[in-house]
C-alpha cells in the first residue's frame, strides 16, 4: 500500500525545496510544475490551445513557450488566468492520474503529489495526508521577489492569484514552516517520516 502525500502551499512557499528533501530518501515526486511545463512542449496540443488561446505572441523565437511573458500576462488578469488553468488543467490532471497508477502498481511505500493548487483543484481526494508549507506573507514576498526577479507589486499580484496561504494552512493534515533555515525545514520533514515510520 502506498502512502500518498499531498503537498502544496503558495508560490514561492517552498514546495520544491520540501519536495526536494523528500527525494533524497529516494521517494518518487508527482510534480505538477514539472508536468505543466510537458504539456505545453512544442508540438503538444497543449501549446496550440495557448496559442490560439492567446496569440502567437507568447512564443519565443524558436517556437517554445515564452513562459515568462505568458506570466506576466495571466497574474496580472484574473480571468485569463482562469482561462490558462482551464486549458492546462486537465492535461496537467490526466498526466497526474498515469502517474499515480503506475507508482501505486510499483508498490511505492511513499508518493508525493506536489501540486500548487492541491485544494483549488481537488487534489486531496488522491492524497492519503496533506502537507502545507507556510511561511508569513513578508517572507513569501520576498523570496518570491528575489527568485523571480520581480517588483513588489508585481509579486504580490502573483500571491493573490492563489487561495490565501492562511486558507490552506488550516486545511492541511500537517504544516512545516518554512520561515526559518533550510535545516530547520529538513528537521520537520525528518520528523514527518519518522511519524509514518517512513525514514530509511
Ligand atoms: C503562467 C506560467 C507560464 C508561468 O511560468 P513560470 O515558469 O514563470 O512559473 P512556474 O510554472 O514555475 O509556476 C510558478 C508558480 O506559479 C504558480 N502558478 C502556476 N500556475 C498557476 C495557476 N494556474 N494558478 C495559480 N497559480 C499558478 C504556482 O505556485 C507555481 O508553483 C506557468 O505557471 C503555467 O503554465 N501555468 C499554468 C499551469 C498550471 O495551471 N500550473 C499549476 C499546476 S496545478
Ligand atoms: N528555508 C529557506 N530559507 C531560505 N530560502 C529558502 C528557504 N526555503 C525556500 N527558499 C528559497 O525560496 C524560494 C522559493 O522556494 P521554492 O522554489 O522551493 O518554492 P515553491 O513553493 O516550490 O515555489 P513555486 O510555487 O513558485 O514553484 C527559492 O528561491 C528557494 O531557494
Known amino acids: 500500500m502506498s502512502l500518498i502525500l499531498g503537498l502544496t502551499g503558495g508560490i514561492a512557499s517552498g514546495k520544491s525545496t520540501v519536495s526536494r528533501q523528500l527525494a533524497k530518501y529516494g521517494y518518487p515526486i508527482v510534480d505538477a510544475d ?26 519565443t523565437a524558436d517556437g517554445g513557450l515564452d513562459r515568462a511573458k505568458l506570466g506576466q ?18 492535461l496537467i490532471r490526466q498526466v497526474i492520474n498515469q502517474q499515480l497508477v503506475a ?15 492541491l485544494f483549488e483543484g481537488h487534489y486531496q481526494q488522491n492524497a492519503d495526508v496533506t502537507m502545507v508549507v507556510y511561511v508569513n506573507t513578508a517572507v513569501q514576498l520576498q523570496r518570491l521577489m528575489a527568485r523571480n526577479h520581480l517588483t513588489a507589486a508585481a509579486a504580490k499580484q502573483r500571491i493573490a492569484s492563489q487561495w490565501p496561504l492562511i486558507a490552506k494552512r488550516q486545511l492541511a493534515d500537517v504544516v512545516v514552516d518554512n520561515d526559518q533555515t533550510l535545516a530547520a525545514t529538513q528537521q520537520q520533514v525528518v520528523d514527518f517520516l519518522t511519524q509514518y515510520d517512513l525514514q530509511k
Open 34 to 59: 514539472v508536468i505543466a511545463r510537458q504539456v505545453v512542449e512544442p508540438g503538444t496540443i497543449g501549446l496550440r490551445l495557448l496559442t490560439s488561446l492567446f496569440s502567437p505572441a507568447i512564443l
Open 73 to 90: 500576462i495571466v497574474f496580472a488578469d484574473r480571468r485569463q488566468l482562469a482561462q490558462l488553468t482551464a486549458i492546462t488543467g486537465p
Open 103 to 117: 507508482l501505486k502498481h510499483a508498490g511505492q511505500p511513499l508518493i508525493v503529489l506536489d501540486v500548487p493548487l
